[in-house]
């Protein structure tokens, strides 16, 4: 194993966030695509349906050819496609070439995340949650900016100005090729590595993947669930100032940010699956204050439940990787890609509770998920391979 390496980890982690900006960029810039083609809500639905299913459902696949041998070209072209497509996304006016955009933009991103995970692990040394913790900042970091940014660009200058964000891919390149052969050599040392360790995996390492990947999907339910529908309760429920709304979304997105990188931290002391039960044990007790309090002590349940909700993103990339060490890239895939955006497509789910029992409802239905997560984490072993720290 190489030497923990903070430089190439906050390189990796600043193409992550890159990455994740057009990713995140979605979301906010759909009303202005619809509005620019005249889309009906449906066709408007359906360009968010592909960019979920291109950037996360297929994630294990890059995973999976890239444990088959290194590929770290994956690296820069996932980055720059992603950025590419997106840029696209603005200058056309034809439906069909804005969908193929999206899902060009969007294989980008899945093909950035597997390889991303894998390379980071080559740099962990003996603090491999603190390590991914900062790989996986990022990504978090990157979601949380990407609608000021994107907005500011739209409001100022219009949607036309949008490809200006493609400078940000342009950027990293060269960085990335300053670090270039390091991780050649550490993707060649890993692969030799693995031909000559091959072995099946252990008995019930399928099984506890499994759980792990479940308990991924229901914090992605819960953080997805919050996203979509606080906007919907404080904003048309609640008739509060859309503002304030905001405040609170961006509270939980900050802190989340914030949660990802002190989680790693602690959990390389603390132990990997301790950490985790902890995390969701926490969040579960403070999700019902939601609908308790008001005011500036609202904003710091979101804050808290942000923190500690998002804290167990890395260790939970970590465990998996643990579990099946010869498959980094696929388990990175499953739980970073996969899992996450299964748990954002569940909010469909939310939707129909919401359509027939009102948005409190579906608020407070949010509530299991994390319940959920926790009782499920319960059950994750030691299977074979993985030793619990």
Same mark, same amino acid.
């Given at each position: 194993?190489?030497?923990?390496?903070?430089?190439?980890?906050?390189?990796?982690?600043?193409?992550?966030?890159?990455?994740?900006?057009?990713?995140?960029?979605?979301?906010?810039?759909?009303?202005?695509?619809?509005?620019?083609?005249?889309?009906?809500?449906?066709?408007?639905?359906?360009?968010?349906?592909?960019?979920?299913?291109?950037?996360?459902?297929?994630?294990?696949?890059?995973?999976?050819?890239?444990?088959? #041998?290194?590929?770290?070209?994956?690296?820069?072209?996932?980055?720059?496609?992603?950025?590419?497509?997106?840029?696209?996304?603005?200058?056309?006016?034809?439906?069909?070439?804005?969908?193929?955009?999206?899902?060009?933009?969007?294989?980008?991103?899945?093909?950035?995340?597997?390889?991303?995970?894998?390379?980071?692990?080559?740099?962990?040394?003996?603090?491999?949650?603190?390590? !991914?913790?900062?790989?996986?900042?990022?990504?978090?970091?990157?979601?949380?900016?990407?609608?000021?940014?994107?907005?500011?660009?739209?409001?100022?200058?219009?949607?036309?100005?949008?490809?200006?964000?493609?400078?940000?891919?342009?950027?990293?390149?060269?960085?990335?090729?300053?670090?270039?052969?390091?991780?050649?050599?550490?993707?060649?040392?890993?692969?030799?590595?693995?031909?000559? #360790?091959?072995?099946?995996?252990?008995?019930?390492?399928?099984?506890?993947?499994?759980?792990?990947?479940?308990?991924?999907?229901?914090?992605?339910?819960?953080?997805?669930?919050?996203?979509?529908?606080?906007?919907?309760?404080?904003?048309?429920?609640?008739? #509060?100032?859309?503002?304030?709304?905001?405040?609170?979304?961006?509270?939980?997105?900050?802190?989340?940010?914030?949660?990802?990188?002190?989680?790693?931290?602690?959990?390389?002391?603390?132990?990997?699956?301790?950490?985790?039960?902890?995390?969701?044990?926490?969040?579960?007790?403070?999700?019902?204050?939601?609908?308790?309090?008001?005011?500036?002590?609202?904003?710091?349940?979101?804050?808290?439940?942000?923190?500690?909700?998002?804290?167990?993103?890395?260790?939970?990339?970590?465990?998996?990787?643990?579990?099946?060490?010869?498959?980094?890239? !696929?388990?990175?895939?499953?739980?970073?890609?996969?899992?996450?955006?299964?748990?954002?497509?569940?909010?469909?789910?939310?939707?129909?509770?919401?359509?027939?029992?009102?948005?409190?409802?579906? !608020?407070?239905?949010?509530?299991?998920?994390?319940?959920?997560?926790?009782?499920?984490?319960?059950?994750?072993?030691?299977?074979?391979?993985?030793?619990?720290?």
């Amino acid at each position: 194993m190489n030497k923990f390496n903070l430089k190439i980890l906050l390189m990796l982690s600043l193409g992550h966030c890159i990455t994740d900006l057009y990713q995140g960029s979605m979301p906010v810039i759909l009303p202005f695509l619809k509005a620019k083609l005249d889309l009906s809500y449906t066709t408007a639905g359906l360009i968010l349906i592909c960019s979920n299913l291109s950037s996360s459902i297929v994630q294990p696949v890059f995973g999976y050819f890239s444990d088959r #041998e290194a590929k770290p070209w994956l690296l820069p072209a996932g980055c720059f496609c992603a950025g590419l497509g997106f840029s696209l996304m603005a200058l056309t006016s034809n439906y069909a070439l804005l969908l193929a955009s999206v899902l060009f933009s969007g294989l980008g991103v899945a093909a950035y995340h597997p390889e991303g995970f894998k390379t980071a692990s080559f740099f962990t040394g003996n603090r491999p949650a603190a390590a !991914m913790s900062i790989f996986s900042m990022g990504g978090n970091l990157g979601f949380a900016l990407a609608p000021l940014l994107s907005l500011l660009i739209v409001k100022h200058y219009g949607l036309d100005y949008l490809p200006a964000m493609m400078f940000l891919a342009l950027a990293f390149l060269p960085l990335l090729f300053i670090f270039w052969k390091r991780i050649k050599t550490a993707g060649k040392s890993d692969t030799c590595a693995r031909k000559k #360790e091959s072995a099946p995996a252990p008995k019930g390492a399928f099984a506890a993947l499994a759980i792990v990947v479940s308990v991924v999907v229901m914090r992605a339910w819960t953080q997805f669930g919050l996203l979509s529908y606080v906007p919907f309760y404080y904003i048309d429920y609640l008739k #509060e100032d859309p503002l304030y709304a905001g405040q609170l979304l961006t509270a939980f997105l900050v802190c989340g940010v914030v949660g990802t990188l002190t989680g790693g931290q602690i959990a390389d002391r603390l132990g990997h699956k301790k950490t985790l039960v902890i995390s969701l044990a926490i969040s579960s007790v403070i999700f019902p204050f939601i609908f308790l309090t008001e005011g500036f002590a609202l904003v710091a349940v979101f804050s808290m439940l942000g923190f500690f909700l998002v804290s167990s993103f890395a260790v939970t990339i970590v465990i998996a990787q643990k579990i099946l060490p010869n498959k980094v890239g !696929m388990v990175s895939g499953l739980t970073a890609g996969f899992a996450i955006g299964t748990g954002g497509a569940g909010v469909t789910v939310l939707g129909v509770i919401a359509d027939l029992y009102g948005v409190p409802a579906a !608020m407070h239905c949010i509530m299991i998920f994390p319940v959920a997560g926790l009782i499920l984490s319960l059950l994750i072993k030691s299977p074979g391979a993985y030793t619990e720290s």
